[in-house]
């Protein structure tokens, strides 16, 4: 693993976006590693654009400002491709991943990603209404960006997905999130 | 043995309020202090802690609650940010005046009117002139670990001020890091059991708080409280070595960063602090002497060591998230005297930068390092004040 990882998300008031940022801090503290998991606040509305961001390093974070050239973007949201550039600040190999029911490669067009640049798509809404009955794509990108980035195993996700949301909800619902966590890292694609 | 755990600067701070378990608790929510006293209240509820909680229609009534409950005999804390602590200012003079050691997280936030509710030092800034002992934050471990010190630093029996501790708001406030924390016992221990300095319930012995002094004492009142301050500086180092001894990490009256052989150093206070460290190391590897000085401790301020660890520079930027409008930044001001006292001084300037919010990148403290890298090369000194970042 790279010594740095910047990771910014792209979602929408509701998604559950500010919850995967840290629900991935959470999970990456294991091997003495350094996080840091914050959203960009701004009038709280459900629906409209926000940003998230997490850095995980092997050295002491100080860094307290947005991440401006990541290395990962993840989008909560298709709709937000036509609307925002997600792609800003992104470096020649940056990877996205996105919760789309298009195909990776029909998105790769669309960003236009230059040839180091890697585009993984996971239908994730549909991943979470199959599994727990709501269009919260949250734990289906986090098993995703799972996959993808390897920063930390599955099983260990999965633990720390358990203990997140077993604080606030019930066994029935925390069940649908460790599948939908599961199958997203399970039917991630590569464009 | 400690733990390591990824939560925010509000989740952090609450916590160690909840290791040293105070008496009593002044409740008033205000962005973006709200989450800790929200969490500390829960802690209540739950009987994590046996704190009495005040819970109030203001933050002046909340203050006020803090200063009866404090003179009664009670170790006390309460929080705030922005607007929350200028409705405090004129109960804020009473508790020091009255030597109530107070423990008071500020989470620190613009000030209206724009209303707004991030992070820039204008509300703390405005507090600088109350008497009360002020200890500043980089990130939540510094900030943990200064609440966990305030308690032993305001209740020495040589002290007896209250303290605010100081973090940005959301920067650090709302940001979940990693960090470290201490055993219940081991805080416990450290802050010890609160001791009692005339207290008003012990009925046996009546005293009174406050009264009337004109002009035959209220000079020599003011003068105690300025001599008190002078005794700060050693309390705080003093706590400071204890606690490394308990957690390892190391705390002084400021922080200097590869400040001793530096030519060129910024004076920046709290989360911004971090980024330009990073940007320190970028110029350092490209052979340009740069370093950091970040203050600490800002009430009492530690004038001549501060001027010490700047001697040697050649050029020296003082970044204030704060204005004092019509003069230069509050930060700069103190530098600025600071380093009058030297014979030989580096040429200083001053920049405005994220007030209510506005990011604080690197390519800012890139852009202030040229310059100064250029002054410490026979530049002019151009503004000595200026404000960064600005949109035009």
Known sequence: MAELTEIRWHGRGGQGTVTAAKVLADACLSGGRHVQAFPEYGPERAGAPLRAYNRISAKELRMHCPVLTPDVVSVVDATLLDSINIAEGSKEDTVFVINTTKDPKEVREKLGAGPKQKVYTVDATKIAIDCFGRAMPNSPMLGALCKVTGLISLEHLLEDVRKSFGKKFAQKVIDGNLEATRRGYEEVKEG | ?392
Request: aromatic fraction near 8%; include cysteine.
């Open chain 2, 1 to 392: 043995m400690s733990k390591v755990v990824a939560v925010t600067g509000n989740e952090a701070v609450a916590n160690a309020l909840r290791q040293v378990n105070p008496d009593v608790c002044g409740i008033y929510p205000i962005t973006p202090q709200t989450d800790m006293m929200q969490r500390y209240a829960s802690f209540i509820s739950d009987g994590k802690v046996d704190t009495e909680a005040v819970l109030v229609e203001s933050e002046h009534s909340s203050m006020s609650a803090c200063i009866g409950a404090s003179a009664a005999g009670g170790r006390v804390v309460t929080a705030t940010s922005s607007q929350g602590l200028a409705l405090m200012w004129e109960m804020l003079h009473i508790a020091s005046g009255d030597r109530l050691p107070i423990i008071m997280p500020v989470v620190n936030r613009a000030l209206s009117a724009p209303l707004n509710i991030h992070g820039d030092h204008s509300d703390a800034m405005g507090a600088r002139d109350t008497g009360w002992i002020q200890i500043w934050s980089e990130n939540g471990q510094e900030a943990y670990d200064n609440t966990i010190q305030a308690f032993r630093i305001g209740e020495h029996m040589d002290i007896r001020l209250p303290v605010m501790v100081c973090m940005d708001g959301f920067i650090i406030s709302h940001s979940i890091e990693r960090l470290e924390y201490l055993e219940d016992a081991e805080v416990k221990n450290f802050v010890g059991e609160f001791k009692n300095l005339y207290p008003l319930l012990d009925l046996d012995k009546p005293k009174s708080y406050g009264p009337l002094i004109l002009a035959d004492l209220y000079h020599e009142y003011k003068r105690a409280q300025h001599e008190v301050m002078l005794k700060v500086k050693d309390i705080v180092l003093e706590v400071a070595k204890d606690f490394e001894k308990m957690s390892g990490r190391k705390y002084g009256l400021f922080e200097s960063y590869m400040l001793d052989d530096a030519d060129i150093a910024l004076v920046i206070l709290n989360s911004a602090a971090g980024t330009s460290k990073d940007v320190i190391d970028d110029f350092r590897a490209r052979g340009i002497k740069a370093g950091l000085l970040k203050p600490r401790l800002f009430r009492p301020f530690p004038y001549e060591e501060v001027a010490d660890a700047l001697r040697n520079t050649k050029a020296v930027c003082v970044m204030d998230r704060a204005d004092s409008f019509g003069g230069y930044g509050p930060l700069f001001m103190e530098i600025s005297s600071a380093l009058y006292q030297l014979q030989k001084r580096p040429a200083l300037i001053n920049k405005i930068y994220g007030l209510g919010g506005r990011d604080y990148l690197p390519s800012h403290a890139e852009l202030v390092l040229n310059e100064l890298n250029e002054i410490a090369r026979g530049g002019n000194v151009g503004l000595v004040k200026e404000y960064i970042a600005v949109k035009e």
